[in-house]
T-cell receptor
Framework: ELKVEQNPLFLSMQEGKNYTIYCNYS?????LYWYRQDPGKSLESLFV?????AVKQEGRLMASLDTKARLSTLHITAAVHDLSATYFC????????FGSGTRLQVQP | ETGVTQTPRHLVMGMTNKKSLKCEQH?????MYWYKQSAKKPLELMFV???????ENNSVPSRFSPECPNSSHLFLHLHTLQPEDSALYLC?????????????FGPGTRLTVT
């Protein structure tokens, strides 16, 4: 059974700081997805990582994938309040298995 | 309408009621999905359809009954639900049923079972 673990589950940080969210998964996969969810809203796709060593950046967020370590990271640079949301990673072959999510709160 | 739409957005139902959730995708995709998001659990896949054929069913209780009349529409029929079924139900679609294709999510239906 595929398991996806994220940590931390909750992250409170100040504006301007950097931090990394980690996503570990239990079986081989060369595709990993990051989603953002605002309270009461649906999931918004952030990144699709399709190969080992893939790195993608959008604004203050950068995601990377290490398929050998079965690890993906979502790095936040100089956080701003607008980044406050819950972030999910997801992995799978036929359909996605999601991590529990990391609730990010950026304090002004 | 664009993307993936879901109706209703909010639903309150008693345990003896029968109701249906509707999902429609306007993206020309061939695969559609139902997910359940509870307050204290990760997002759980319920059903997967590819070209109107169910290809995956993740041990979902029979009180949830999906229907996919065509590749653009997906329903989730609900009957004799339990309070623990209260959750956000998300529909998604993708080009094909493979995770190399990005999934696009609808806004969800917030279901409360009383």
């Amino acid at each position: 059974e595929l398991k996806v673990e994220q940590n931390p589950l909750f992250l409170s940080m100040q504006e301007g700081k950097n931090y990394t969210i980690y996503c570990n998964y239990s079986t081989t996969s060369d595709r990993l997805y990051w989603y953002r969810q605002d309270p009461g809203k649906s999931l918004e796709s952030l990144f699709v990582l399709l190969s080992n060593g893939a790195v993608k950046q959008e604004g203050r967020l950068m995601a990377s994938l290490d398929t050998k370590a079965r690890l993906s990271t979502l790095h936040i640079t100089a956080a701003v309040h607008d980044l406050s949301a819950t972030y999910f990673c997801a992995v799978g072959r036929r359909a996605l298995t999601f991590g529990s999510g990391t609730r990010l709160q950026v304090q002004p | 309408e664009t993307g993936v739409t879901q109706t209703p957005r909010h639903l309150v139902m008693g345990m003896t009621n029968k109701k249906s959730l509707k999902c429609e995708q306007h993206l020309g995709h061939n695969a559609m999905y139902w997910y359940k998001q509870s307050a204290k659990k990760p997002l759980e896949l319920m059903f997967v359809y590819s070209l109107e054929e169910r290809v995956e069913n993740n041990s979902v209780p029979s009180r949830f009954s999906p229907e996919c009349p065509n590749s653009s529409h997906l329903f989730l029929h609900l009957h004799t639900l339990q309070p623990e079924d209260s959750a956000l139900y998300l529909c998604a679609s993708s080009q094909e049923v493979q995770t190399s294709y990005e999934q696009y999510f609808g806004p969800g239906t917030r279901l409360t079972v009383t």
